[in-house]
């Protein structure tokens, strides 16, 4: 009997032919439209005899026209960033490699690079060096890695070790958040057994006066550096300095907002971060990593290991402190972006980003029939169309509708809100490959598409 996987196609061939298909995608991806074909489909019966992998890969590309061109200079939607050349290489050298970075027994190499990867990261971030990281899917599994540290110090504030017995006799973890949580951190909270509905949203003058009413028991803070709406920022330093006088565990999501600290222009949103407890970041956001990629950061690593402690007769015992027990060795595309562009260069891309979110900002604010609903303070502009003579129900749906109709088209990609009872849009700016011209389409294709809509209502 023969050996179908080494008769139907070799990696070379394989190889080959999936770089000259990317190079192809990669040269028209700067003036393509982000969804190109909706209707493209991988459908049909399980094959009993394999096509080969030439054969299999054909049919994945010429399906791929319904994949969004989310690595694209005009995809605006979920605070998505593209994927440097650096980070691309090695995520294809990831591949290769094909290496579990659960540890240093598993892979050398994979550990190592996490391991500067992580100390670059703190680096970047002007983070504490003595502080322990750990490289996750995303900002959901790098909440929960952060969360569940906070977690085991809250119980042993109450001389428990949770991670081996559990909640059973305790009480309730005290969640304080703002309104600016974001639903992955309640997921998080979700999965780690203390529930959705911990967080108790307060401003500053109501942590203070939870903190008062505890008397002295612990508690968990989540700041947020970066609503997902507007960019605003919780007032992270405030709100450290009222943990500081209580006994409560600062957690801080920054998704996108963390990388508000490598511009002085921005960094003084994100006062106070480098004096919480636990920060995590995304890096397919700001960073330009492929996904999956997540970090997570802990002031004291003693905290990190023992919720994700995975023990068995046959397994090392110096596993990342992570949820997965098999793990990508995404660090690699961190460590190349890190190294080809360097401080300077991611720098350098926020501050246009920056700039280009402002752009933005001061065309909508020309423009008779746009209205911006938030100041802009980092990456994201909050605005919707607003022509006269629509009430403030018909103004919604006109809003949702034209949403709609801005993702059909294609031309540029961005999705709708709510943000103080209005539909919005909330076009984020962090692509490497973004320019003016690209952030320029985002109000033509709003006035334009918005036109046509009231034209057809009218007929």
């Known amino acids: 009997m023969g050996d179908p996987l080494r008769e139907k196609g070799n990696e070379s061939e394989a190889l080959a032919y999936v770089f000259e298909q990317a190079t192809r995608y990669l040269a028209d991806l700067d003036d393509s439209s982000v969804l190109p074909d909706r209707a493209a489909s991988i459908g049909g019966d399980l094959p009993e005899d394999g096509d080969g992998a030439l054969d299999a890969l054909a049919a994945l590309v010429a399906a791929s026209g319904s994949a969004t061109r989310s690595s694209g200079p005009r995809f605006f939607h979920f605070v998505t960033g593209g994927t440097t050349p650096a980070a691309l290489g090695a995520d294809w050298l990831t591949s290769v490699l094909d290496q579990n970075s659960f540890s240093a027994v598993s892979s050398p190499f994979g550990a190592n690079v996490e391991d500067v990867a992580i100390r670059w990261l703190l680096d970047l971030f002007e983070l504490p060096a003595g502080w322990g990281g750990v490289l996750t899917t995303g900002a959901t599994m790098a909440n929960f890695v952060g969360l569940a540290a906070a977690r085991r110090w809250w119980a042993e504030q109450h001389g428990v070790d949770v991670d081996e017995r559990g909640f059973a006799g305790l009480p309730a973890v005290p969640v304080f958040s703002t309104a600016s949580i974001h639903a992955s951190a309640r997921k998080a909270l979700a999965m780690l057994g203390i529930g959705r509905e911990a967080a108790r949203l307060v401003d500053l003058e109501g942590l203070e006066r939870e903190f008062g009413a505890l008397e002295g028991a612990p508690a968990i803070v989540i700041a947020n550096a970066g609503d997902v709406n507007t960019g605003h920022f919780d007032p992270i ?81 110096d596993e990342r402190p992570s949820p997965e027990a098999s793990r990508r060795a995404r660090a690699l595309a961190v460590w190349a972006t890190l190294r080809a562009y360097g401080r300077a260069g991611h720098r350098a891309m926020v501050e246009r980003h920056v700039a280009l979110a402002r752009r933005l900002s001061e065309r909508v604010e020309v423009e008779g029939e746009l209205e911006l609903l938030a100041e802009t303070t980092l990456n994201i502009v909050l605005f919707r169309h607003r022509p006269a003579g629509l009430e403030r129900d018909a103004l919604d749906a006109h809003n949702l509708a034209l949403g709609q109709d801005v993702l059909d088209d294609g031309r540029v990609f961005f999705g709708t809100t709510r943000y103080d009872g209005m539909t919005a849009f909330r076009p984020a700016i962090v692509n490497w490959r973004t320019t003016e011209t690209d952030v320029d389409l985002i109000a033509d294709v709003v006035l334009e598409l918005g036109a046509r809509r009231l034209a057809s209502a009218a007929t």
């Open 237 to 317: 330093a405030e709100m450290v300095d009222l943990a500081e006088g209580h006994r409560a565990w600062v957690h801080v999501d920054g998704a996108f907002g963390l990388f508000a600290r490598l511009t002085p222009e921005s960094a003084r949103l994100a006062e106070g971060i480098d004096r919480a407890h636990s920060v995590i970041a995304d890096g397919h956001k700001w960073l330009n990593v492929p996904y999956d990629s997540g970090f997570a950061f802990v002031h004291d690593p003693r905290y990190l290991r023992p919720p994700f402690q995975l023990s068995a007769a046959y397994l090392p015992s």
